[in-house]
C-alpha cells in the first residue's frame, strides 16, 4: 500500500505492507532512528510521536493509518538551529541518563505543555505515567518540564 | 569540600552539564538497533513454551517457503561446529540452542534467518515444533529433595540438583555466640526472582567481513573487551581469533548488570554471519528480554540474630538457598558463587557471622545476575537490615538508637569485618543523624503514636546499608581468569586537548562528563576540552567494564593515576621550558611554577605543545600514559534510608509519602550526576519492594513476562525523593572516591520494608517478603481482621 506522510515538515511516500508498524516505518524505511522502541505491548512510551500534533505510541500505530498526516519526531523539534525548551530542559536540570526513553519523553512533554501551559507537578507526573524511565527516578523529568513551562511562559 | 578548580576547568565537585545529551536530546545516539549495514539480515528466535521437555522433531519447510526466509538454524547445525553449548561466566553451561531437550519456558529453540524483520517473525511463527514434555522442577527446595528429576541430564554423573555449596565464616564461634546469646531472632526472607529491564532490550549487529578477515559485533554489552575474549575461547577452533574481532558497544539504553552476560542470541547471530557472510541483526523484544534474559536476586534467606540483653549484636547465621535456574550463569567474581552476599554484616559490629549458600538448578531461565546491584549485596544488605529491625522491635529499642549503638564507630575505621573485609572508612552515625535531621524523625515518632490509637496504619523505615564496590583487587577478584583491573589510556595532542579511552563502558552514568571531570581536576585541561571513548575493543585498552559500580573506584582510579604519569613527564618538559630543576616546580592544576617566582610558569598547553615541538633532548617526544589499575581494596559506600509509609486499609496499598536518603560515596566527580544516580538507584530499590516479581506457576508457565504483569513504576507511584550527602572519603583511592551508581538501589528495599513491619508490629506482624503488594498487605489485614 501507498502510504504518503510529512514528517517533521518533509513529504514522504512509501509502498508499504498493511501490517507495517509506524515506528519500523519511521526508523527504518525514513531512517529516523530518535524514536526507540522499548516493549511490544505500549507500556514504555519510548516509541512516542506526534500525529497531527498528538502523542501517539508508534508501535500501535500501523504507517498507513499515518497516511495524509503529519507526523513530529524528535529530530523535528528543534528549529533552525534552536532547541525546543523542553530539549534545553532536560540538559539544564539531567532530565536523562542512557538517553534511550528521552525522545518519547520529549515528544510527550511537548505534547502536554501545549494544552497545560502552566502545570502543577501531579499534572506532569500524570502526563509523562506512559512513558517509562528506567534511569533518573522521574525527579529531574518532571524538573525538565518545570523549566520549559517557565521559558515558554517567559516567551522564550 | 570547595573544588579546586575553576567551573571553566570543571574538575571534581562541579555539577558540570553532561557532554552526552546534546545528541540524546536531538534522537542522535546511536544505540544498537540503529546500525544499519548493506545488506544486513535479521535474526528472530523460536522460543519454548514448555519449561521442560524433548524436542522431537523441528520441521522448518513451512518457514523455508515464506519469501525472504533464508535458513532455520537448530541446535544441531551448531552442534557440527561445537557451538550449541557455550560456558557461562560461573563456568557451567549454558546451551546455545538446544539438541536433545529445552530447560525453561522460552528458551531459545532455533533462528530463523531472513530478509526482513517481519520476514524473520513470520518464519518464527511457522517452524514447527514437536515437543515431549516432562516433569517440571519449579521451587528450588524441592529440587533438592530425593528423588527430584534430575535436570542435567548432559553432565554425566550429575545424580541431584544441587550445584554447589559455599560457606564463609568461623561456625564454631558462631554457634557459640548463639548459645550464649540472651536474645536471638530467625526470620525466612525470600528475595524474588526480579529483573533489570533496561528499556532498550538486547541485541546485536553481527559482520564477518571475509575480505577483512574480521568479525565486527556492535552489542549492547557492558564489558566489550571481556565479550571479545570470551568470543575468541569459545569461537577460536573455527577461525574466530581475538585478534579478529572487534567488539563495538555503542550507546547502551540502560544495562544494570543485565548486560553484563553472553546471550545465545548474540552467539547465534555471531554465527549466523559468518556462515552466510552478511551482516546479522538480532534485537530481543521486551518479552523476551524479561523471560530468557538473566533474572535478579531469587535468595531463599534464612537469618538468625544474636544479641546481648543490653542491645548489643554479637552474631549472624545465615543459610541461603539459590535458585539459579537451569544452568549458573550469574555473573560473579570466579571465586565467588554468591557474590559478595558475605557484606552481611553489615554496617555493625558483630563479633561473629557464618553464612552458608546452596545453589540448585531448576526449571528457569539462568542468570543470578545484578540488578543495580554489586554482586548479592542487596540480598545482604536486606537481610542484615531487615534482622536488625526485627531485634530493635523485639528488644523494644528504637530503632534509629538500636543501629546508632551498634554501627562500627568512625575510629574503627579500617575496619575488619568478621567475614573478612576490610571496610576503608565509615561515618554510618553520621548519616544516620543527617536523615533523621532532615525528615524531622522524632515528630514523626510522634505522629505515629497519635495516629496508632485512631487505628491509622503509618511505619517509619530505616536502612543504614554498608555497599561494598570496585571489583576488585587482582589477588582475589577475576572473571574467567581475567584479573578484575581496570584501565584509562590518555592522549594530550599538541594544543592541549586531549582524549581519554578506557576500559569501561558508560549505560547512562555519565562517564564521558565525569571522567573527562578526573582529567580536568588532575591536569587543569578544561574538561569541556577532553574527549572521552569507551566501548571500542580495537581502540580502547583492556578492561573488565562497567557494573558492580566499579567505574569510578577502578577506571576513575586508573585516569587519575594515567593523569598523575603524565604529569611526571609535563613536569620534566617545564622544567626544560623554564630552565629550572624539576623538583624546583610547584604545581596546581594546569600549570607548572617554578618555587618563588609564580610568574615564571607554563601551562598544561604550553607544555603539551612543546611534547610535539621543542621537548628536552634525549626524552621520547609526545604527551601519553596508560595506567591498568589494580585496586589495593574495594571501596564501601554507604548511607541511611528513612521512609514513611501509610497504609490504605481498604486496599492494602503501601504509600510511601516520605523517603529521605543521605548517601556518602567518598568525594564527588559532579553532584549533579551523583543526585541522579542516587535518584534512579532509589527508583530501582522502590521498584522490587513495592511492585515487581518475577514467579513461575507449577509447571513453569512465567508470570511477569511482559510490561502488562511486570509493573515498572511510572511517575505518578515514584516518590518525591529527598537526597542528601556525607562526605568521608576513601583513603586508598587516589580521588577519595568510592562510586554511587547502586548504592540506593541496595539500600532502599530494606528501608520500604522495614516501614512496612513498623506500621504493621503492633499488629504481630514481624516480616513482609518484597514485593509488598497490596493483595499481600489486604490479606494481611484481613486475618487481622483491621480491613475497612
Known sequence: ?156 | MAPKTTPEVGGMGHSIKRKEDPRFIRGKGTYVDDVVLPGMLYLDIVRSPFAHAKIKKIDSTKALAIPGVLAVITGKDLEKYNLHWMPTLMSDTQMVLPVEKVMYQAQEVAAVLATTRYGAADGVAAVEVEYEPLPVVVDPKKALEPGAPVLRTDKKDKKDNHIWHWEWGNKADTDRAFTEADVTVKQDIYIPRIHVASIETCGCVAHWDKVQDKLTVWMTTQAPHAIRTVFALVAGHVGLEEHKIRVISPDIGGGFGGKVPVYPGYVIAVAASVLTGKPVKWIEDRMENLQADSFARDYHITAELAAKKDGTLTALRIKTLADHGYTDAAANPSKFPAGLFHVCTGSYDLKAAHVEVDGAYTNKPPGGIAYRCSFRVTEAVHTIERMTDLMAHQLGIDPAEFRIKNFIKPEQFPYKSALGWEYDSGNYAGALRKAMDTIGYADLRREQAEKRQRGELMGIGISSFTEIVGAGPSKHFDILGLKMFDSCEIRVHPTGKAIARFGTKSQGQGHETTYAQILAEELGIPAKDIKVEEGDTDTAPYGLGTYASRSTPVAGAAAAVASRKILDKARKIAAHLLEAAPEDLVYEPGKFSVKGTPDRSKTIQDIAFAAYTNHPQGMEAGLEAVSYYDPPNLTYPFGSYICVVDIDKGTGEVKVRRFVAIDDCGNIINPMIVEGQVHGGLSMGFAPALYEEISYDEIGNVQGGSFIDYLLPTAVETPKWETGNTVTPSPHHPLGAKGVGESATVGAPAAIANAVVDALWHLGVRHVDIPITPPKIWRLLREKGITE
Not at chain 1, 119 to 137: F, H, K, M, Q, V
Open chain 1, 1 to 156: 500500500m501507498l502510504v504518503k506522510v510529512a514528517v517533521n515538515g518533509e513529504k514522504h511516500e512509501a509502498e508499504v505492507e498493511p501490517r507495517l508498524l509506524l515506528v519500523h516505518l519511521i526508523r527504518e524505511n525514513l531512517r529516523l532512528t530518535g524514536t526507540h522502541i522499548g516493549c511490544d505491548t505500549s507500556h514504555c512510551g519510548a516509541c512516542t510521536v506526534l500525529l497531527d500534533g498528538r502523542p501517539v505510541k508508534s508501535c500501535t500505530v500501523f504507517a498507513v493509518q499515518a497516511h495524509g498526516r503529519e507526523i513530529t519526531t524528535v529530530e523535528g523539534l528543534e528549529q533552525d538551529g534552536k532547541l525546543h525548551p523542553l530539549q534545553e530542559g532536560f540538559m539544564a536540570e539531567h532530565g536523562l541518563q542512557c538517553g534511550y526513553c528521552t525522545p518519547g519523553m520529549l515528544m510527550t512533554g511537548v505534547a502536554f505543555l501545549k494544552k497545560h501551559p502552566k502545570p502543577t507537578e501531579d499534572e506532569i507526573r500524570w502526563a509523562i505515567s506512559g512513558n517509562l524511565c528506567r534511569c533518573t527516578g522521574y525527579v529531574n523529568i518532571v524538573k525538565a518540564v518545570q523549566h520549559a513551562a517557565a521559558k515558554i511562559q517567559g516567551g522564550a
